[in-house]
């Protein structure tokens, strides 16, 4: 048991990791990582400036930020940086290390911190479409990074002969697909095969179709409304569902129609927030913003839903197993990992 000055100063760390999560919400808002990245240091009137800003607000922000470690400041000169972990961190979107997306989410939580408050109250579900816009841009951001540095790189090749199958022509489907950014990394790599992304969230539809045209791959992706339920087509080589399965009040239902809609010798590529199967195996960094994120997010979205099984971002492979395999599905392996993912090869 640590000390009481001990704890208390965990407190002070944690204050800060929150106070400043809402002056990172700020600067990328503003765009001040990316006008001060790649510049060797401004001052604050010179960011200022560049951003169109006031330099009294921009001074403040600038010294939280560097008593933070977000950026550096340079005594001598009196100016602020970002050096090379930072950038990657706070001002290059391609980067695998970009984390303005999970700062975002962490704001969503705030703003829809009383709905979630009253269903602790009933019992209630909160619908995922329920929450604010910052939730699906910043979701679909700081997914996007992992799925940029792993999806094709180490996810696919992992899979027994799916990647082959993929550079030959085959016919995919992507539920739960958001913004569309893991059809899209998927398409981009193997241009010979077809992808349809399906999600409930209209507005998350329509995102995702602009981003596919905007990335060129609109001659072999499509994006329709679906939930994960009831999306159209059969004899499909792939399914992917990629960090939702949890989020669904049926998962079962959910993993039944996905053997339905596989080919004999098709794949189910299931990627879940990486867990252990006890609780004492997630009580560390990673599982605290998992725990966090089901609590605020995950399990409210599956109590909405019918059954509401709420598997929770914390399921574990054993739990998840146990779920394709009331489906029918006969094989499950875990095909890789990552420091935040599972990834898991379901085969009928």
């Not at 975002?104 to 909160?126: C, H, I, W, Y």
């Not at 596919?212 to 569902?241: I, M, N, P, Q, W």
Request: charged residues 20%; glycine residues 10%; contains cysteine.
């Amino acid at each position: 048991m640590p000390t009481l000055d001990e704890f208390l100063g965990k407190l002070v760390g944690d204050l800060g990791a929150v106070l400043s999560a809402a002056l990172v919400g700020i600067g990328d808002e503003l765009g001040l990582y990316k006008a001060l990245s790649g510049t060797g240091g401004l001052t604050p009137a010179e960011l200022a400036d560049r951003t169109g800003t006031d330099e009294r607000y921009v001074r403040e922000w600038l010294s939280a930020q560097a008593a933070a470690g977000y950026v550096d400041y340079d005594a001598a000169t009196r100016k602020f940086s970002l050096n090379e972990i930072q950038t990657l961190a706070f001002a290059d979107e391609s980067s695998p290390a970009h984390f303005l997306g999970g700062f975002q989410v962490a704001r969503s939580m705030f703003t829809d911190a009383p709905k979630v408050l009253e269903a602790f109250r009933t019992g209630n579900g909160v619908g995922w479409h329920e929450h604010h816009h910052d939730l699906f841009q910043g979701t679909e951001r700081f997914f996007r990074t992992g799925y940029n540095a792993n999806l094709t790189a180490s996810w696919i090749p992992a899979l027994d002969g799916v990647e082959a199958n993929l550079r030959r022509g085959a016919r995919v489907a992507d539920v739960g697909c958001g913004h569309g950014a893991s059809t899209i990394i998927m398409a981009r790599a193997y241009p010979k095969s077809t992808f349809v992304g399906f999600d409930f969230h209209q507005p998350s539809i329509v995102a995702a179709r602009q981003h596919a045209e905007h990335a060129d791959v609109s001659d072999r992706v499509s994006f329709e409304t679906a939930s994960a339920k009831d999306y159209a087509g059969t004899d499909y080589d792939l399914v992917c569902v990629f960090d939702a399965l949890h989020d669904m009040g049926d998962p079962v239902g959910v993993a039944t129609h996905v053997l339905e809609t596989l080919k004999p010798d098709g794949t189910w590529l299931l990627v879940e927030p990486f867990a252990g199967d006890r609780l004492e195996d997630n009580l560390n960094p990673v599982g605290r913003i998992f725990y966090s994120a089901s609590t605020m997010v995950c399990t409210p979205a599956s109590r909405s839903q019918e059954v509401g099984l709420a598997l929770g971002a914390q399921a574990g492979p054993k739990r998840l197993e146990d779920v394709v395999r009331q489906a029918g599905f006969t094989r499950f392996r875990t095909a890789t990992r990552t420091p935040f993912n599972l990834v898991l090869e379901v085969r009928p």
